[in-house]
């Protein structure tokens, strides 16, 4: 299972970053999947997640109205759009998936990590 990010970088605050994860021995549509991310010095925290059979997304609190998450399962493909970015944002942003179909709150919830993409918001 392969899982690669793509689609970070550096944008200011107020302007929008759209993720992009792409999938190869995993299927979507099967199980939970989601992203996480990492600001220096802090946790790992979950961004938001997705169920596999239903479809419902849950987000963290600080992100809900900014960030959305789809799916394309005919690709293979999830999305993280970011919206309004704020400095706080700012992390490295992996793409998670899971083997059972429940979302998950933990890092321990989910087998198959990408290696991360870096979003920067200046302020």
């Known amino acids: 299972v392969q899982l690669e990010e793509s689609g970070g970088g550096l944008v200011q605050a107020g302007e929008s970053l759209r993720l992009s994860c792409a999938a190869s021995?995993?299927?979507?549509?099967?199980?939970?999947i989601g992203w996480f991310r990492q600001a220096p010095g802090k946790e790992r925290e979950r961004v938001g997640c997705?169920?596999?059979?239903?479809?419902?997304?849950y987000y963290v609190d600080s992100v809900k109205g900014r960030f959305t998450i789809s799916r394309d399962n005919g690709q293979n493909l999830m999305y993280l759009q970011m919206n309004s970015l704020k400095p706080e944002d700012m992390a490295v942003y992996y793409c998670?998936?899971?083997?059972?179909?429940?979302?998950?709150?933990?890092?321990?919830?989910?087998?198959?990590w990408g290696q991360g993409t870096q979003v920067a918001v200046s302020s």
């Open positions: 021995g995993f299927t979507f549509d099967d199980y939970a």
């Open positions: 997705i169920s596999g059979s239903e479809g419902s997304a």
């Open positions: 998670v998936g899971s083997t059972n179909n429940d979302v998950g709150l933990s890092t321990s919830d989910y087998s198959y």
